[in-house]
């Protein structure tokens, strides 16, 4: 496996940043996970804009134009045969000579890419669903930007883990927000529902391709301002998307059964519309 660290290539487990890399201190870093469907990237545009807002969001200088970017993903991609794979992408605000909390003039950001094997989904969850609890939203404010400071979702996970579920809904000021590394969907009284972007909310790559998909196949949808844990009680169908996980079925929340137990008939319907896309 190759991977790419500050411009150059080298094998994965050669690969190495300092200790006083600020993205290993205080999580001073943004990262992107694409997914890669025989060799080509769904939507890089899409997640290589997302990053350089991240960047700009925590005054990180972006280390490469868009072109140079490509260039480097596409070796990479190639260094590690193509086929179905997630990218991961990393960028730091680089390794000062010293701790300290106060950003440091001139520093070179850290870049880290490597690739992982995208497995293909379980059959398993795709038709039974998966289980997903709620959870207080822990995690600071600023969840448009794509940070490695990850630990409320780390913990929330686990949490759901314990549980026996695979993801937690962040809930928070009454309303639920997205899961520790997916967006939320609904379909309540026939209806499509996400909740609509805000502070607390990743605008995910997968949840804009779930939108417009329903926008041209003319399935009714909405962003909403609130939804209430009690209003995704009442869920005929319940989704967590990501680039991972594509559209994953919600069938039990917090134990009890969603709809009728079973993957519903809007994500039959999204997930092959999904699925088309991405090996378009
Ligand atoms: N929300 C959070 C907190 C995430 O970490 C992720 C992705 O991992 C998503 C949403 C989904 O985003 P995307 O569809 O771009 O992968």
Redesign the pocket.
Known sequence: KTAFVNGEFLPLENARVSVLDRGFLFSDSVYE?VPFYAGRGFRLNAHLERLERSLALLRIVNPYERTRWHEIIAELIEANGGGDLALYIQVTRGAPERRDHRIPEDIEPTVVAFCQSRAPVDPAVLEQGIAAITHEDTRWRY?TIKSTSLLA?VLAADDARSRGASEALMVRDGAVQ??????VFAVIDRRLVTPALRDTI?P????AAVLELAERDVIDHAEIETLSPAALRSASEIWV???IREIFPVTTLDGETVGTGKPGPVWTRMQTALQAMAHD
């Open positions: 996970v969840c979702n997205e899961g520790t590394s997916s967006n990743l995910g790559i997968t949840r998307t990501s680039s």
